[in-house]
């Protein structure tokens, strides 16, 4: 078994920061990609940004240039730093992570519960 587990989250004021962590255990042979989706009710679940095992990253376009994401490929915990928060970035935020469990498995995606991210004067 695999689990993500999200920290950070909260309410904070427009312009602020906020960084989020994302920590996956348990069976986690290979772990290709960390990332972040967030969604708010009523809407999909959108893409925010991803980093591979290779370090390389990719970011929504409209969040680019404020978002930073980065990893700890030791301890397999990803980061998301947001800086400059508007209210439309008010939004349960998900840690997702595509990884494989043994190098028997093929690579499959994995979520975590998500943590709320409230931007609100």
């Known amino acids: 078994q695999v689990q993500l587990v999200e920290s950070g989250g909260g309410l904070v004021q427009p312009g602020g920061s906020l960084r989020l962590s994302c920590a996956a255990s348990g069976r986690v042979f290979s772990l290709l990609s960390m990332g972040w989706y967030r969604q708010t009710p009523g809407k999909q679940r959108e893409f925010v940004a991803r980093?591979?095992?290779?370090?390389?990253?990719e970011y929504a376009a409209s969040l680019k240039g404020r978002f930073t994401i980065s990893r700890d490929n030791a301890e397999n915990t990803v980061h998301l730093e947001m800086n400059s928060l508007k209210p439309d970035d008010t939004a349960v935020y998900y840690c997702?992570?595509?990884?494989?469990?043994?190098?028997?498995?093929?690579?499959?995606?994995?979520w975590g519960k998500g943590t709320l991210v409230t931007v609100s004067s």
């Open positions: 997702n992570a595509l990884l494989r469990e043994s190098y028997y498995l093929s690579p499959a995606d994995y």
């Open positions: 980093t591979t095992s290779g370090g390389s990253t």
